[in-house]
Nanobody, 116 residues
């Protein structure tokens, strides 16, 4: 069974940076399509960045050029480097693993708050 543990969130001022990390266990990590999602209060959860098993990345328009997703298949980790943060980036961030069209269960997420 997949277990995902996110970390790295916190409070940061606008324009600042944070690096989120997600450690996966219970899967052959290198086979999985990994994504970072976020959910702001009162809004639906959205996919903000994803990386394929082969390292191809994709971003939602609102974060492209500011966020970078990366993975380490030896450590079973997927990271999200977030730069030039804006108040509208405030949300709980989750990672998720996808394989053969099926998404994993959700972890506990990590809170990111961008505020002065």
């Amino acid at each position: 069974q997949v277990q995902l543990v996110e970390s790295g969130g916190g409070l940061v001022q606008p324009g600042g940076s944070l690096r989120l990390s997600c450690v996966a266990s219970g899967i052959i990590f290198s086979r999985y399509y990994m994504g970072w999602y976020r959910q702001a209060p009162g809004k639906q959860r959205e996919l903000v960045a994803a990386i394929s098993s082969g390292g191809i990345t994709n971003y939602v328009d609102s974060v492209r050029g500011r966020f970078t997703i990366s993975r380490d298949n030896d450590k079973n980790t997927v990271d999200l480097q977030m730069n030039s943060l804006k108040p509208e980036d405030t949300a709980v961030y989750y990672c998720n693993a996808r394989y053969l069209g099926t998404n994993s269960d959700w972890g506990q997420g990590t809170q990111v708050t961008v505020s002065s």
